[in-house]
């Protein structure tokens, strides 16, 4: 059973350097982060974890965002998914949030942005933590 004051996240990329990014970001924040360089291994992480939080890119080698969105939501109804991609493709947005993503980020991703869509959904999970304080 999650932690109810703890919210977890997963960052799914296929690129290093955003993984990274993230785990500086929410280094010392109280929320627990993963990250999955593939859908597939995003896929395996959500059989034996609970995530509240998925920032997902679009384009990927294995399996794109959408799809893996998709199959994570099979697992995990409640998943909040936000989707991030570094190609302004409104098209494949569009479908994104129509299958069920809760909002999108492009890249470079702007840390506020990543903050401020965290704090937004965590404090709609009813989630305290010490971001508040900082940035809320």
């Known amino acids: 059973m999650p932690n109810p004051n703890s919210l977890n996240i997963i ?3 296929d690129d290093r350097e955003i993984l990274d990014s993230f785990k500086a970001i929410f280094e ?3 929320f627990q982060l993963s990250v999955a360089d593939s859908g597939k291994s995003a896929i395996e992480q959500f ?3 609970h995530f ?7 384009y ?8 893996t969105m998709i199959r994570l939501k099979e697992i995990n109804s409640e998943l909040i998914a936000v989707m991030i991609s570094g190609f302004r493709n409104e098209d494949m947005l569009e479908r994104a949030l129509k299958a069920g993503a809760y909002d999108y980020l492009y ?3 702007d840390v506020q942005d990543i903050f401020g869509i965290t704090l937004k959904l ?3 999970l009813g989630i305290q933590n010490d971001l508040e304080f900082l940035f809320g």
């Not at 509240?52 to 679009?58: C, K, N, V």
């Open 52 to 58: 509240h939080i998925a920032f997902i890119d679009l």
């Open 122 to 124: 965590a404090r709609q």
């Open 47 to 49: 059989s034996r974890q």
């Open 28 to 30: 010392n924040t109280g």
């Open 60 to 67: 990927m080698p294995d399996m794109d965002g959408l799809d």
């Open 107 to 109: 890249k470079p991703l």
């Open 11 to 13: 960052v799914i990329d």
